[in-house]
T-cell receptor
Framework: GAGVSQSPRYKVAKRGQDVALRCDPI?????LFWYQQALGQGPEFLTY????????KSGLPSDRFFAERPEGSVSTLKIQRTQQEDSAVYLC????????????FGPGTRLTVT | DQQVKQNSPSLSVQEGRISILNCDYT??????FLWYKKYPAEGPTFLIS?????DKNEDGRFTVFLNKSAKHLSLHIVPSQPGDSAVYFC????????????FGQGTRLTINP
């Protein structure tokens, strides 16, 4: 596709529910990133994939957060037993091998935990 | 610890004048800096970047300046246009950081007609 797409755009979950957020990166981009953006703050790094390999997951806030990219394209961020503090916008970004540092972001998924 | 700081939460500029957005960083390992622009309900859009081996990069109306000794960078927009009204994020990265970006808190720029 032309850009990074994410679904759903909005998700409301009751505390304790599991959620799955999907990211479709730009075709051919080998690197994929997940960020969490709290209200009024800048995005914060969660995890990074190069193709299907998860090379850095240092930003995942707890073991309730899990990400995968099994075939090196689409990625899913899963949050188990959601808590109110998980409410945020979850952004996915991808980058090409040649544009090493420039990352291109999707529109994000706004998660609200009630 | 906030490694990238944008100390001005908001900035208001008259159309046609220069907008200057500032960013400070603390980590000496950062070697690449980027500016992103964000409209409501959209993801950040890449605007311009600069490598630590340069002190200036220009792209049309946008110029980024890097002062490594002061650990400071700025984004200049000349002339400012109403469509420039958005939140601007400064971000930094480093080679050993596996490409992850560290963002500032953002500055909301409003261009007044």
């Amino acid at each position: 596709g032309a850009g990074v797409s994410q679904s759903p755009r909005y998700k409301v979950a009751k505390r304790g529910q599991d959620v799955a957020l999907r990211c479709d990166p730009i075709s051919g981009h080998v690197s994929l990133f997940w960020y969490q953006q709290a209200l009024g703050q800048g995005p914060e790094f969660l995890t990074y994939f190069q193709n299907e390999a998860q090379l850095d997951k240092s930003g995942l806030p707890s073991d309730r957060f899990f990400a995968e990219r099994p075939e090196g394209s689409v990625s899913t961020l899963k949050i188990q037993r959601t808590q109110q503090e998980d409410s945020a916008v979850y952004l996915c970004a991808s980058s090409s091998r040649t544009g090493f540092y420039e990352q291109y972001f999707g529109p994000g998924t706004r998660l609200t935990v009630t | 610890d906030q490694q990238v700081k944008q100390n001005s939460p908001s900035l208001s500029v008259q159309e046609g004048r220069i907008s200057i957005l500032n960013c400070d960083y603390t980590n000496s390992m950062f070697d690449y800096f980027l500016w992103y622009k964000k409209y409501p309900a959209e993801g950040p859009t890449f605007l311009i970047s600069i490598s630590s081996i340069k002190d200036k990069n220009e792209d049309g109306r946008f110029t980024v300046f890097l002062n490594k000794s002061a650990k400071h960078l700025s984004l200049h927009i000349v002339p400012s246009q109403p469509g420039d009204s958005a939140v601007y994020f400064c971000a930094a990265s480093w080679l050993q950081g596996a490409q992850k970006l560290v963002f500032g808190q953002g500055t909301r720029l409003t261009i007044n007609p």
